[in-house]
């Protein structure tokens, strides 16, 4: 068995983590980070950048939005059914955790909207210069080069199995790296921060009632599997409710020809498979919002359907909407990725001469679906009186051929498992600190309530940077203490 032995131990190396390993060390404790995955980053590899108010990117592009605001925003949002004093330090701390980012060289393009009904909080990092994506690996790998700096041993492919703990206090972990020997590591605290459980299919069942891969298509980075949260529990951690960040994908297409996606994300006509609509479309821009919609529909799926005279108009004037994932210059090859997908045995994605014919693939009762139609081109002709949809995006389904895209609920990952205070302390069922264990990231996000909070976005990176710091900057001090 290999000995180590540390003031403080963080388990796992995404954002909250190699932010807490930073933060601790920069505070003055000796740390060590073990992280199951082979590389740091987890699913924030995969991100763009994280929420920041105040900042001098949002002073540059005046943009209107202060911590007050975005206080009141969030609290109205979640009806208050959150830690309020977690989301004031975290949205007060965000602009100093942006300039803490640009000290060790990670360069942001901007401050930017996700799509036109959000805030500009959501701080891009820059990739080459620009605009692009997987920017939260650059933002991952500059802490960690900060963390070496300070001293900070990183160990990669190394799952930590318990926490230790003694006389009621946290004591160290005990891990086992890729050859399988034993690593026990001595800490006078533990910081958890382990991605929560989007790679766990049972947990996601039992925990929030959905199937992955049938009803839920969330992106599973490989390993999380709750881990932290488990072990918190195990060392006497509350539990909270757990969520998915959601959103709403086309399963099979998202990472293939971006004008897919992007087309058949446009405010067009939205029916679930009784071929009735359940959705005012001009909120498909908030992926939260529509996710939520299909999740409660009839086998929680909708299909957003368009002719050929709604393609025609795309390719002359362009998208209604985009937003900064899904934003192709233009979708002249809409059609021919649309036969190749077909060809390919796609089921995301279907192709008819008659809206008979579509809501036969569809599974939909062509009455219905044909009623439906009619309907809303109706209503084309004059308001949505249904749901009162703009009318600049009410566009009749009327020439052949016809289009519809199948969309599923999809989200980043879980939300939270173990309860923490605004300090990042866990705490057991009796709301008191259990000493020495904190906790950071998604294992403890709750303070979305029921819908993640798009509005601003940028929200979970930027929780979870911030709760790391709080994690790492409070086991620092404890660790002082002892």
């Known amino acids: 068995m290999k000995k180590l032995e540390a003031d403080v131990v963080v388990v796992g190396g995404g954002p909250s983590g190699l932010a807490a390993s930073v933060q601790a060390a920069e505070d003055g404790a000796s740390v060590i980070l073990l992280n199951k995955a082979d590389i740091v980053g987890g699913a924030a590899n995969m991100g763009m950048g994280p929420l920041g108010i105040g900042t001098r990117q949002q002073q540059a592009q005046m943009v209107d939005i202060s911590v007050e605001k975005a206080f009141k925003m969030f609290m109205d949002y979640t009806h208050w059914r959150v830690d309020a004093n977690l989301v004031k330090k975290y949205f007060e701390n965000s602009k100093d955790t942006i300039e803490w980012l640009e000290d060790m060289g990670v360069e942001f393009a901007g401050a930017y909207k996700y799509f036109p009904k959000s805030e500009a909080t959501w701080h891009i990092v820059a990739v080459n210069g620009g605009i692009g994506r997987n920017g939260g690996a650059i933002m991952n790998k500059a802490m960690m080069e900060k963390g070496k700096e300070l001293g900070v041993e990183y160990y990669n492919s190394t799952t930590v199995e318990k926490i230790i703990m003694k006389d009621g206090k946290v004591a160290g972990v005990m891990a086992k790296d890729a050859t399988g020997e034993e690593i026990e590591v001595s800490a006078k605290a533990v910081i958890i921060g382990t991605g929560g459980a989007g790679d766990n299919p049972q947990v996601i069942k039992e925990r929030m009632g959905y199937t992955w891969g049938k009803d839920m298509f969330n992106f599973a980075i490989p390993g999380l599997k709750g881990d932290g949260i488990r072990m918190a529990m195990e060392a006497g951690a509350a539990t909270t409710d757990m969520n998915i960040e959601m959103i709403y994908i086309l399963p099979n297409s998202d990472m293939g020809p971006d004008c ?190 029921d819908s993640y909070m798009f509005l601003l976005p940028g929200n979970t990176m930027g929780y979870c940077l911030n709760t790391g710091r709080f994690a790492g900057e409070g086991a620092a001090a404890y660790c002082d203490e002892e």
Not at 281 to 290: A, D, G, K, L, V
Not at 297 to 310: A, K, N, W
Not at 325 to 346: L, T, Y
Not at 387 to 414: E, Q, V, W
């Open 260 to 449: 897919i996606p992007a087309t058949f994300m446009q405010p067009n006509l939205m029916v679930n498979k009784e071929g009735r609509r359940f959705i005012n479309e001009e909120e498909m821009q908030n992926t939260t919002f529509t996710g939520n919609a299909i999740a409660i529909q009839p086998e929680r799926i909708g299909f957003s359907i368009l002719d050929s005279s709604i393609i025609k108009g795309y390719k002359k004037r362009g998208l209604d909407v985009t937003n900064f994932v899904h934003h192709p210059d233009n979708i002249d090859d809409f059609e021919q990725c649309v036969d190749d997908s077909i060809a390919a045995k796609n089921p995301d994605v279907y192709k008819a001469d008659s809206i008979e014919e579509l809501a036969n693939m569809l599974g939909i009762d062509s009455e219905a679906l044909e009623d439906t139609i009619d309907e809303y081109n109706d209503m084309c002709d004059s308001y949505d009186e249904q749901f009162f949809k703009d009318r600049r995006f009410m566009k009749p389904i009327r020439k052949a051929p016809f289009y519809a895209g199948a969309f599923r609920p999809s989200g980043y990952g879980t939300l939270g498992g173990i309860k923490i205070n605004d300090n990042a302390e866990v705490l057991n069922d009796e709301w008191k600190k259990i000493p020495g264990l904190f906790a950071c990231g998604t294992d403890t996000c709750t303070i979305y309530g």
